[in-house]
T-cell receptor, first 113, second 122 residues
Framework: DIVMTQSPDSLAVSLGERATINCKSS????????????LTWYQQKPGQPPRLLIY???TRDSGVPDRFSGSGSGTDFTLTISRVQAEDVAVYYC?????????FGQGTKLEIK | QVHLQQSSPGLVKPSQTLSLTCAIS??????????WNWFRQSPSRGLEWLGR?????????DYALSVRSRITFNPDTSKNQFSMQLNSVSPEDTAVYYC????????????WGQGTMVSISS
């Protein structure tokens, strides 16, 4: 199985500041046939299911604010929230869609400082 | 707009079978560009993919190794829904269970059910 490891486990950021969450996969999630990285980011608020934020490592899903961005390649990826808002308080997960079983990181909890 | 509505299983006792249903609106369970997945989430296991059912000229199922011997998925085209049965449950199966659509184009789970809290207790 591909193991997904996120860092940090939690972080506290002031409103309007930048938040950076890292994700490392145990093997490459690059799909060579289309040159896309099958790395996805989700946001989960308490009592809600995960919400798709970013797919193909860097493409925002419809309706996702542009303060959310994804980057990275190979085995190392980053989710950046450029100017954190109060409504961004949540747990963020990375997930690989390269090889079954699909696997998730352990989650990173974002709080406001 | 695609929506997934999960059933509530009621109380499930150890050694019994957990049954959940996910009703689809706004898409077809027979879509060639989607898969229909089950997950669970608990503090001890995190977010865990349990498996999927999908149609590509014929129906296929994939199950996670951790539950493969106990789990069955069944698509129901007449009701446009899919179900999961997990046999011989134990307290370790206590979790929030989710269904979700896997998009073949996005290579992501883009639509999720609301979640169902399942407690296994005698």
């Amino acid at each position: 199985d591909i193991v997904m490891t996120q860092s940090p486990d939690s972080l506290a950021v002031s409103l309007g500041e930048r938040a950076t969450i890292n994700c490392k996969s145990s093997q490459s999630v690059l799909y060579t046939s289309d040159n896309n990285h099958y790395l996805t980011w989700y946001q989960q608020k308490p009592g809600q299911p995960p919400r798709l934020l970013i797919y193909w490592a860097s493409t925002r899903d419809s309706g996702v604010p542009d303060r959310f961005s994804g980057s990275g390649s190979g085995t190392d990826f980053t989710l950046t929230i450029s100017r954190v808002q109060a409504e961004d308080v949540a747990v963020y997960y990375c997930q690989q869609y390269h090889t079954t079983p699909w696997t998730f990181g352990q989650g990173t909890k974002l709080e406001i400082k | 707009q695609v929506h997934l509505q999960q059933s509530s299983p009621g109380l499930v006792k150890p050694s019994q079978t957990l049954s959940l249903t996910c009703a689809i609106s706004g898409d077809s369970i027979s879509s060639n560009s989607a898969s229909w997945n089950w997950f669970r989430q608990s503090p001890s296991r995190g977010l865990e993919w349990l498996g999927r059912t999908f149609y590509r000229s014929k129906w296929s199922n994939d199950y996670a190794l951790s539950v493969r011997s106990r789990i069955t998925f069944n698509p129901d085209t007449s009701k446009n829904q899919f179900s999961m049965q997990l046999n011989s449950v134990s307290p370790e199966d206590t979790a929030v269970y989710y269904c979700a659509r896997g998009s073949s184009s996005l290579r992501a789970f883009d639509i999720w059910g609301q979640g169902t809290m399942v407690s296994i207790s005698s």
